[in-house]
Every structure is written in structure tokens, then in C-alpha cells.
């Protein structure tokens, strides 16, 4: 077979593959277009219909009780989904269907109901009865409780149709399309390989005596070359990517750390400038005052560290490690969190003598806040007890709350960098970064960091400072 034949067939299989691919992509998209287009409209009918029950709860003509109840959700089923092509369905807290426009009973249990539930709007692909359903649940919030819910069954019918009709379309252009670059490849490879008949018109002069045209057959000739130079360029390259791919991971790493610390002293100046706007005596506001002022100071600091490592290129943390009194420490950072801590009703039991141990006062802070702050946000805990030990050589601070626990399955990732957890959950509230922090920052301090927990019995951080004296 010629070089010709090959690089046509391997033009040919290529465009195969390409055209096969867009139509998974194309075929892809638009179902997901439509499907988002649907979830929306049915979003938008939502909004009008919960008005509508609104209005007819405000009018006192049933209470909110009776709108989730089997004597008048069937008739305000049908009557939102009249002049509509889905079904409507309302569901109560028990998660049964208490009224259907549809007399069909399809589709009556799924866990879409229970995602709603609990606050989310929650939609399902499903299939029935000879075709598919797009399953549409959000729940009815009233005075800030979820009382039920609404449910909408769209018939996708129409949308597959509307599929098939664009494969059928799409198939009949790629097979034109198809044809038409065959021939340009062909062309094309009959060009390329034009330059290469001279050269084996060159070797069978060659073969018969002809030395006038000197050819190297090695790898020394412009082919042997041209293949030396793509294959160093190629190297090169590989090798200045992975440098680059390597720095520029650093430098996320480092960014990622520094601006999810950045968040401590914003929390602290808003939670103080929300307690001041409830106090009255001068004093009180002054410290408040106080404390709003040092944590803008201490975010100016963290500004400044970041534009200065930005201008000298070095993503290392600084420590400074320094005789400190430990207790004071902690002392200091509960009364930043002191606004948080009340606003989650939180009691907090404190069992705090001073230890004076070697550390870097401003890292150790950004470590405390790690460490209270997810006990607050995370463990749903009603009390927070807080103990300073000397123990072993160290100071040992025991934060110990009574929340839900941490699974042993989560415990193995907690301490993991971000890059190496796989199902790190991000959340408004969360980015799964100030853990790792923790522990790089109390390594680097010469501590350590020890967690300790069951699901339901709450959780127990060790954190251990070396002493004065052993430096």
C-alpha cells in the first residue's frame, strides 16, 4: 500500500472519528439545552402558581394546612395545570401525592420528592409509559418553613421527536461533509507526497550507479532532520510545560490559602460591626471599636504579605516563632469569635492556665479560627469546651465539641491538599482548604494536629505546641 493510500485512509478514519464525536456533542447539547430550557419554564410556572396559592390563602378561602390536603389539592392541581401541557401534582411532608391533575397513577414515588424536601428543587429524567418524563419538584416555603410541595410531570415527547429530526439532519450533512473531505484529502495527500517521488526518483538513480545526487538514506538527511528537530522542539516543550503546569499549581495553592484566610478577619469586623449596632453603653462599642480596628489591621498585614510575595515571586509561608504565652492567645481569638460564637448560640466552657511555648502568634490565630470556626459552621454543636495542658514536652490545647461528629471516611481526607481530595465538597460556607492549612502551619511551627472523632459524639482537635524550653 502507498504512502498516498495511507495517509488517505488515515485522513479518512480522523474525520470519522471527528464528525462521530460532534455528533455526541451536538446531540448531547441540545438535549441538555432543552431540558434546562423546560426546567426553567416550569420554574416560571411554579413562581406564578405559588402566588396563586398564596392568593387564595390569603383570601381565607382554605389555610395553608387544607392547600397540602387530599379535600383540595386535587382540584388546585387541576385547576394550575389547566390550558398546560404537564401534569401538576402537590405533595405533603409525608411525601405522598395529596392531589394530581391526572387521574394516571405514574410516577408517584421518587427521590426527587425527597430532595425537595429538604429545600432543593430537584429534577429527574424518568421513563413511562412509552416515552419520557421531565420530573420537576420544589418545595413550598410558608413563613419560612417547607410545608409541602409542588410537582411538575412534562411529557418529552415533543423533544424527542425534535431529537431524531436533528440527527436525521445532522447524519445527512456529516455524510456531505464527509464526501467533500475525502476529496480535498486526497488532493492534499497527493500534494505531500509529490515532493517524496523525488526523492525515490534520486534513490533508484542510486540503485543503478548514479552518484550525482548525493542522498543520505540515514537519518542525516532534511526528513532524519526535520524529524530530530520536532522531536527536540517536542521535548522542550513537554519539559517547559510540566515546569510551568508545576509553578503555576504552586502558586494557586498559595493563593487559594492565603485569600481563604482572608475571610477570619472579614467575619470578625462584620460580626463586630453587627454586635455595635445592639449596644448602648460607650464602653461596650469602644471595645468593639477595638477589635474591629486590630482585625483591620491584621487583614492590612495580610494584604501587604500577599503583595509583597506576589513582587519577589516566593509562595512560601513565613513563620516567626517567638516566646508567647499560649493561653493569652487563645484568650484573644475567642473574644474575636465572641460575636460568632453568641450569634450560634454556642456555650463556651474554658479550662486555660498560661503556658509559655515557642510559636508564631499571628498563624497560630489563623489556626484557632480554622478550628472553631468549622465547629461552629459544621458540627452543630450547643457547647464548645477549650482546656491548655502542658503534656509531654508540649502545650496541649483540647477543643472538644458535642456536634454530629466527623465519619471515619472523612477523617482519612480532611488534612489531604486540596488537589488530592477527589470529593471535596465546596459550598458557599466551605472550599475544603482551612484543614490542610492547619496542619502545614503547625508543622512549620514544630506542633501538630490530631483529630479525633465519632459520627453522633461529637469531635476532639489536639492541637500540641512545643515548650519554651524545648528549643
Not at 478514519?13 to 439545552?33: D, E, G, R
Not at 462584620?270 to 474591629?292: A, V
Request: with cysteine.
Amino acid at each position: 500500500m502507498g504512502l498516498r493510500n495511507k495517509m488517505f485512509i488515515q485522513h479518512a478514519v480522523t474525520i470519522v472519528m471527528l464528525l462521530t464525536a460532534m455528533f455526541f456533542i451536538v446531540n448531547y447539547t441540545l438535549n441538555q439545552s432543552m431540558i434546562k430550557r423546560d426546567t426553567q419554564t416550569l420554574s416560571q410556572y411554579f413562581g406564578l402558581h405559588r402566588i396563586e396559592a398564596l392568593k387564595i390563602v390569603s383570601d381565607q378561602k382554605i389555610n395553608i394546612e387544607q392547600l397540602f390536603s387530599g379535600k383540595y389539592a386535587p382540584f388546585i392541581a387541576s385547576h394550575l395545570a389547566s390550558n398546560s401541557n404537564f401534569q401538576v401534582q402537590l405533595f405533603a411532608l409525608d411525601e405522598t401525592i395529596v392531589g394530581s391533575s391526572s387521574d394516571k397513577e405514574n410516577l408517584l414515588k421518587r427521590n426527587d420528592i425527597q430532595k425537595a424536601l429538604t429545600g432543593n428543587a430537584a429534577t429527574v429524567i424518568t421513563a413511562g409509559e412509552g416515552t419520557q418524563y421531565l420530573i420537576y419538584s420544589v418545595p413550598f416555603w410558608y413563613e419560612g418553613e417547607i410545608v409541602g410541595g409542588f410537582r411538575y410531570l412534562l411529557d418529552l415527547h415533543e423533544n424527542l421527536q425534535t431529537l431524531n429530526q436533528m440527527r436525521t439532519w445532522f447524519i445527512a450533512v456529516a455524510v456531505g461533509c464527509l464526501f467533500f473531505s475525502l476529496m480535498v484529502s486526497y488532493s492534499f495527500s497527493s500534494l505531500l507526497v509529490r515532493p517524496l517521488h523525488a526523492l525515490q526518483q534520486a534513490l533508484k538513480l542510486v540503485s543503478i550507479g548514479d552518484f550525482s545526487r548525493k542522498i543520505q538514506a540515514s537519518s542525516q538527511d532534511e526528513v532524519g532532520e526535520l524529524a530530530k528537530d520536532f522531536n527536540h522542539m517536542s521535548d522542550a516543550l513537554q519539559h517547559h510545560i510540566k515546569m510551568l503546569k508545576y509553578e503555576q499549581g504552586k502558586q494557586k495553592a498559595f493563593y487559594d490559602n492565603i485569600t481563604h484566610e482572608l475571610k477570619t478577619p472579614l467575619t470578625s469586623i462584620i460580626g463586630f460591626s453587627d454586635l455595635m449596632e445592639r449596644m448602648n453603653k460607650k464602653d461596650d462599642i469602644q471595645e468593639c471599636n477595638s477589635y474591629i480596628r486590630k482585625e483591620s489591621t491584621r487583614l492590612l498585614n495580610m494584604v501587604e504579605d500577599l503583595l509583597q510575595t506576589s513582587l519577589i515571586g516566593d509562595e512560601a509561608w513565613r513563620i516567626k516563632l517567638e516566646c508567647t504565652d499560649l493561653g493569652a492567645v487563645i484568650m484573644d481569638s475567642l473574644r474575636i469569635l465572641e460575636p460568632t460564637l453568641q450569634k450560634s448560640a454556642i456555650v463556651t466552657t474554658l479550662k486555660i492556665s498560661s503556658c509559655e511555648v515557642n510559636l508564631d502568634p499571628k498563624r497560630t490565630q489563623q489556626v484557632l479560627f480554622n478550628v472553631i470556626d468549622n465547629a461552629i459552621k459544621h458540627s452543630e454543636c450547643t457547647n464548645l469546651y477549650i482546656e491548655l495542658t502542658e503534656h509531654e514536652g508540649f502545650g496541649l490545647v483540647r477543643i472538644i465539641d458535642n456536634g454530629r461528629g466527623i465519619s471515619q471516611q472523612l477523617q482519612s481526607i480532611l488534612f489531604l491538599p486540596s488537589a488530592e481530595k477527589q470529593d471535596r465538597i465546596i459550598s458557599n460556607e466551605s472550599h475544603g482548604l482551612g484543614l490542610p492549612l492547619c496542619k502545614q502551619f503547625m508543622e512549620l511551627q514544630g506542633g501538630s494536629i490530631v483529630i479525633t472523632s465519632s459520627e453522633k459524639k461529637g469531635a476532639e482537635i489536639q492541637l500540641r505546641f512545643p515548650l519554651t524550653q524545648q528549643m
